[in-house]
């Protein structure tokens, strides 16, 4: 059975102090990780995919890399606007995603 | 381009009785679906639908019905509402089911 645990739960930072939030998975057969971004009250929204180890995706302040057994998502000086939930999935040979409880990152200004 | 679209946001429900939630894509996606996200559990799939005239069940499909209407619209039916029910519920559609997912508003539902 797959399985996907992010930390911290909760990661209180202030404006411009960068930090890195965690994705460790077990999967039998990685087909792809994927992260998303999910405001209070919306639906996700997707915002990378990995596939292999050693492979890196950078969009803004975000920077997402993939090992054999996590993925981490990288926040450089981050701003208020990044606060929201960051949730991690994993694909296996199955094609279903299994998500992990999401990281809560809120950016003080 | 308005990408997945949920109807209702909202709905309360006394146990018993039932409903269907909608959703619809305009992406041309080939792959559909149904989640429900509860706090502390995550994001659960419920069902889906590969492509066009299949569905499958997903890891919570007790107490749930789903229709492929065509290729755009894939329905959830809740023929007796439960309070174990209440939830936020999301349609998501993607190009293929290996492909990243995207995922409509949402729908809040109460079972009282």
């Known amino acids: 059975e797959d399985q996907v645990t992010q930390s911290p739960e909760a990661l209180r930072l202030q404006e411009g102090e960068s930090s890195s939030l965690n994705c460790s998975y077990t999967v039998s057969g990685l087909r792809g990780l994927f992260w998303y971004r999910q405001d209070p009250g919306k639906g996700p929204e997707f915002l990378f995919t990995?596939?292999?180890a050693g492979e890196e995706k950078e969009k803004e302040r975000l920077k997402a890399t993939l090992t054999k057994k996590e993925s981490f998502l990288h926040i450089t000086a981050p701003k208020p606007e990044d606060s929201a939930t960051y949730l991690c999935?994993?694909?296996?040979?199955?094609?279903?995603?299994?998500f992990g409880g999401g990281t809560r990152l809120m950016v003080k200004p | 381009n308005a990408g997945v679209t949920q109807t209702p946001k909202f709905q309360v429900l006394k146990t018993g009785q039932s409903m269907t939630l909608q959703c619809a894509q305009d992406m041309n996606h080939n792959s559909m679906y149904w989640y429900r996200q509860d706090p502390g559990m995550g994001l659960r799939l419920i069902y889906y639908s590969a492509s066009e005239g299949t569905t499958d069940k997903g890891e919570v499909p007790n107490g749930y019905n789903v229709s492929r209407l065509n290729k755009r619209e894939f329905s959830l039916r809740l023929e007796s509402a439960a309070p174990s029910q209440t939830s936020v519920y999301f349609c998501a559609s993607s190009e293929a089911t290996h492909y990243e997912q995207y995922f409509g508003p949402g729908t809040r539902l109460t079972v009282t």
């Open positions: 999935a994993v694909q296996s040979a199955g094609n279903m995603l299994t």
């Open positions: 990995l596939y292999s």
